[in-house]
């Protein structure tokens, strides 16, 4: 089960920091990421993280130097921070899971507003 928290509507150029816990049947974790879907649009991928010790993380350049993904102190979460945030940013973002067979886990979204 997955479950994300801290979409907000907020004005361009402001801040937004998304959770997403993961929780009940044990499963190997392999990556956890963020995914976003505006409509009419295709689900993309805004960030991830490996599940490692160097927890490396990859990110479009559509949000390269403005979001950030890292570890939450609680186990099996993760946090987006993102900052600088642009009308164009106005999607549901998804957290994912991908465990270690590759078979991927969905929250059920969150929604991002940003207004010009």
């Known amino acids: 089960h997955l479950e994300e928290s801290g979409g907000d509507l907020v004005q361009a150029g402001g801040s937004l920091k998304l959770s997403c816990v993961a929780s009940g049947d044990t499963i190997c974790i392999s990556t956890m990421g963020w995914f976003r879907q505006a409509p009419g649009r295709e689900r993309e991928l805004v960030a991830v993280l490996h599940n490692s010790p160097s927890a490396a993380t990859y990110y479009p350049n559509s949000v390269k130097g403005r979001f950030t993904m890292s570890r939450g102190n609680r186990e099996n979460t993760v946090i987006l921070q993102m900052n600088s945030l642009r009308p164009e940013d106005t999607a549901v973002y998804y957290c994912?899971?991908?465990?270690?067979?590759?078979?991927?886990?969905w929250g059920q979204g969150t929604q991002v507003t940003v207004s010009s």
């Open positions: 994912n899971v991908k465990d270690t067979t590759y078979t991927n886990f």
